[in-house]
C-alpha cells in the first residue's frame, strides 16, 4: 500500500501531485491508496504512513525525472470535475483511470467504459449540484454599518462552493453578499471574492420580510388541477427543501388541491358579471365572408381579400398579398405567388426574387414606382420543412380561384401592358394553359384591349446553379423588359 | 395595510397568470452586471429557482399588470364576463417586486402580461414602461419576456424588442375557427402579423458582416406562442400541423401547449374536466420529434389513430411500431438520421453511439451504458453480440413495451 496524502477533500493539485508520483513509481491502482489529512479511519487495514521510498519518488517526479507521460485534457478537466464529488472512492476511480491510460490512450473518448461512464456520471452529478445551487440559494438581507449586504445559508451536494460562487459574482456585482456553506463560506465585498472557513446555519438571518411576498407568489403560481408531485420531486429534490422558505407550503398545496380542484369542477356556469357590460370590446369581423365582394377600389380590394376563403390556402398563410402599385399603372406584373418575405411583410416582391426583378428593372429603364406588381395566388402556399417554409407552386385550382382577384385588379388598374412572370402567372393572365418557351416575348392581345407579355420568373435565375447560363439568362430577361418597356 | 395590500394583488395577479405554460428564461444573449451599476446575469442557460407541486418550474416572476380585461375569450378566467376579483400594479410595484425577489435569488427575471384595459396600444404601452425602468432606470440585466399585445401599434412591438428578452403572442387555439368562436374580440390574423411583424425586426437586427455598427439586440431570444389544448376539438395531428407551421413561418423557439384546465368562475361554453395532462405531455414529446429528431408532422400523424396521439406509448415508439420495415437499425453501422429515431435512444445518446463506434464495436452492454434504458432500444437495433431475431416484428411487442397499467400518481404525504 502506498498512501498520498490530500490537504483538504477538493485538493487537486495534491491529487495531481500524489497520482503522478504514483504513477511514476509504478503502483498499481490496487496498491495506491488517497487520504484526506484529517479525514477517514484511523488505522485502517490497509494503512501504513507515507513510506520514505514514496517521498523521494514524490521528489524525483516533481523535479522532472523518470519518464514523462501526458495525458489527454479531457481527463484533467474530468477528474477536476469528479475530485468535487463526495463520494469516498472519487480519488481511486480517478487514478484508475490514469493507470488504464497508459495501455488505452483513446479510453476517454470510450464513453461507454464502465469507469469512463462512471466518472462522467459522477462529474454529472457535481453540475447538477452546481446548477441546483444557482437555483436555490435564497439571500437574505442584513444590515451593518456598511449599509445592507446579502446572506444565504446553503447546503450543496457535492462540494461546488468555490466553483459556483463566480457566479454568483457575476450576477449581483453591485450587491455585498455572502454564502455559508458547511464546507466553506465564500464572501463577495463588490470587489473581491473570498472563500472562509465552513460555517454553521445559525450564523445566516432566519428571515427576511420580502419572503412573504415569496411565499404568496409561490402559492398563487401553483395550479391546483395539475398536481404533478413527482415531477417536482425530481426536479427540487427534497434534500434543500429545508433551507427554501416556499417549501414549507408544499405539503399544505398538495393537501388541498384535490379538493379545490373538485369545486371548480363542480361549480356550476358562472352567471356573466353585469358590472362590465360597458366595458366589453366589440367583436371583430369574421373573417370569410366578404370574399366574394365586388370592390370598386384598390384599396377596398386589399381589405377584403383578407377574408379570402375561395381556396384553403388562407389556412397556413400569415396574411392575403394583394398587388401595390399606383392605380393609374400602365404596366403590371404579375408574379406567381408570394414567397416566404412577402407572406411575413404584405409586400409582393419583396424577397430574394423581388429584388433580382428590382435589378432587371432598373437595367431596363423601367420605374419601379410606376408598375403596378401582384401575383396569380394572393396566399403563400408552402409545406413546412424543419425550421423553414418550403414554396410550393399553386395548382389550377388554387389559381383558377385567384383568378377573381386578379380579374378585380385588372379591372380597375387597366394596364397597357401585363407582364406575366413564368408559367402560372401566365395561364392566370390568359385563362389557359402556357408554355413560356414557346410564346415568351410575344405581344398576346387580350380580351380588353390590353396587351399580355410571357416572360420567366426571377426565381428562375436565382436557381441557376451555372454562372455563364444565369448572366445569359438574365441578359434575356432584361431585353424581355425592354421590349415591354418600349410597348408602355 | 399598505403591504397588505401589495400582498393580496400580488396572489390575484399571479393566480391570473398562472395558466400560461410558459416560464423559459434559456437561450438569451449573455450578459451579467460586471462593471454595471445594476444587478443581474444571463449565461445562456436557464435556471428554474423552485418548483412547485404540478410539476412547472418557478423561472420568472410571472404577473399580469392588471386582470381587467375588456375581451370576453371563454378559455380564459380574466374575462370580463368573469366574476374573479380584479387587481391592478402600478407599473413602480411591478418594477420594485422583480428587483426585490430578484435581489435574493428567487427569479431569473420578469414575465410579464396583462389584460386588455382601454386599448391594445395604451395596454401595450404600460407593459413597455415597466421593461423600460428595468433596464434603463435601474439597469438590470436579468431576464424579461413581454406578452404583446397583437393589435398594438408596431413602434410599440419594436420597442419591446429593444428591452425584452422574449415576445410571445398566443395564438390560443388550433383552428382559427374556434378562436373566433370562443375568443370573438380576438382576430387570429392579427396574431399571425404580430409575429410575422417579430419574425421580421429579428431578422433585421441580425448583424451582416458588411455592418460595422452592431445593430442594437432584438429580443434575443426570440418568441415563442402557446396553444390550449382541449378546449375546441382539434385532434393532437391537427395541433402539430399547426405548430410546424408555426415553426417555420416566424422562427418561433418554442410552441408551448397547456391542457385547459378547469378554471374557477368558468364559462358555460367549454369543458369543465381534469386537465389532459398526458395528452398534453404527448403533445411537448411530438413537439420535440418535430424540433431535435427530423420527424415531420404528417410523419407523426401517420402514426395517431383517428388524430389522436397514443397515451399508453410515447409518439416515436408509436411511429417505430408501425414502421418495423425499417428496423432493426445496427448501431456499429446506422446512419445517425437513423439512430435518432430508434425507440429509446436520444440525442444525446446517439452522438455518443456515434463517438464511441469511432473507437470500438458496441456490444448491447456498451449502449445499455449510453442510454436511460434497454428495454425499449433492444427490439430495434442490431449490436455486436445482439440481434433482436423475431422480436422486431413480435405481434405482441405494443404489450411487452408498453407500460403493464396506467401508473398512478401516489400522494406524497
Known sequence: MRVAELDHPTDFDGWRRGARALRAAGVSPSQAVFRVAGEGAQGGLFDTAPSADFASVTAASEAGEGSPFTVPKAFVDLAQDVILHRSVDRFDLMYRLLWRLQDAPNLMRIVSDPDVADALDRAKNVSRASHKMKAFVRFRQVHDDRGEAWVAWFEPAHRVLERTAPFFQRRFTAMRWSILTPDGSAFWDTETLRFGPPATRDMAPAEDEIEEFWKTYYASTFNPARLKTRTMQGEMPRRYWKNLPEASLIPQLIAQSSQRTAEMVAAPAAVPNPRFAHAVAPDVAPAGQADDAVPDTLAEAASVIQGCRRCPLWRDATQAVAGQGPPEARLMIVGEQPGDQEDLAGRPFVGPAGNVLDQALAQAGIDRASVFLTNAVKHFKHEPQGKRRLHKTPNAGEVTACRWWLDHERRLVRPRVVLALGATAGSAVLGRKVTVTAERGQPIPLADGSIAVLTVHPAYLLRLPDEAARIAEQARFIEDLRRVAAMI | ?413
Open chain 2, 1 to 413: 395595510m399598505a403591504q397588505l395590500d401589495l400582498r393580496r394583488k400580488l396572489s390575484i395577479l399571479a393566480d391570473a397568470a398562472k395558466y400560461d405554460a410558459s416560464c423559459a428564461s434559456s437561450g438569451t444573449s449573455k450578459r451579467n452586471s460586471v462593471g454595471g451599476k445594476g444587478i443581474g446575469s444571463t449565461e445562456g442557460m436557464g435556471i428554474c429557482h423552485a418548483y412547485t407541486p404540478d410539476g412547472r418550474c418557478v423561472s420568472l416572476l410571472k404577473i399580469l399588470l392588471t386582470n381587467f380585461c375588456i375581451y370576453d375569450c371563454a378559455y380564459c378566467i380574466n374575462r370580463v364576463s368573469s366574476n374573479v376579483p380584479r387587481a391592478r400594479f402600478s407599473v413602480d410595484e411591478v418594477v420594485e417586486l422583480t428587483l426585490n425577489f430578484y435581489k435574493r435569488n428567487y427569479i431569473e427575471g420578469l414575465f410579464l402580461s396583462s389584460g386588455i384595459i382601454r386599448s391594445g396600444d395604451y395596454t401595450m404601452e404600460q407593459l413597455v414602461e415597466v421593461a423600460r425602468r428595468l433596464r434603463v432606470d435601474h439597469n438590470f440585466r436579468g431576464y424579461i419576456h413581454l406578452k404583446l399585445i397583437p393589435e398594438a401599434d408596431p413602434l410599440l412591438v419594436e420597442q419591446a424588442g429593444l428591452y425584452a428578452d422574449r415576445l410571445s403572442a398566443n395564438i390560443e387555439l388550433p383552428r382559427d375557427e374556434a378562436l373566433h368562436r370562443l375568443a370573438p374580440q380576438k382576430d387570429a390574423a392579427v396574431i399571425k402579423k404580430a409575429m410575422a411583424d417579430v419574425r421580421l425586426k429579428v431578422e433585421a437586427a441580425k448583424p451582416q458582416k458588411k455592418d460595422r455598427a452592431r445593430p442594437p439586440k432584438f429580443a434575443p431570444a426570440g418568441q415563442s406562442t402557446q396553444l390550449i389544448v382541449g378546449a375546441d376539438g382539434a385532434p393532437d395531428a391537427e395541433i402539430l400541423a399547426r405548430s410546424s407551421s408555426l415553426y417555420g413561418g416566424y422562427g418561433l423557439r418554442r410552441v408551448y401547449y397547456s391542457a385547459f384546465s378547469p378554471i374557477p368562475d368558468a364559462s358555460a361554453t367549454l369543458p369543465l374536466s381534469k386537465p389532459p395532462l398526458m395528452r398534453e405531455h404527448r403533445l411537448y414529446q411530438a413537439d420535440w420529434l418535430m424540433r431535435f429528431y427530423g420527424f415531420s408532422a404528417p410523419e407523426i400523424g401517420a402514426a395517431t389513430v383517428g388524430g389522436m396521439l397514443d397515451l399508453a406509448i410515447d409518439p416515436k415508439l408509436a411511429w417505430a411500431l408501425g414502421r418495423r420495415e425499417q428496423f432493426p437499425v445496427d448501431v456499429n453501422t446506422g446512419p445517425r438520421e437513423m439512430l435518432l429515431r430508434v425507440p429509446g435512444l436520444g440525442v444525446k445518446s446517439v452522438n455518443r453511439i456515434l463517438q464511441v463506434r469511432r473507437w470500438k464495436m458496441l456490444r448491447l452492454e456498451d449502449v445499455a451504458r449510453l442510454c436511460r434504458g434497454i428495454d425499449k432500444v433492444r427490439p430495434f437495433i442490431v449490436a455486436l453480440d445482439w440481434t433482436p431475431g423475431g422480436l422486431t416484428d413480435a405481434i405482441d411487442l405494443r404489450t411487452r413495451l408498453a407500460p403493464a397499467a396506467a401508473p398512478e400518481q401516489l400522494s406524497l404525504f
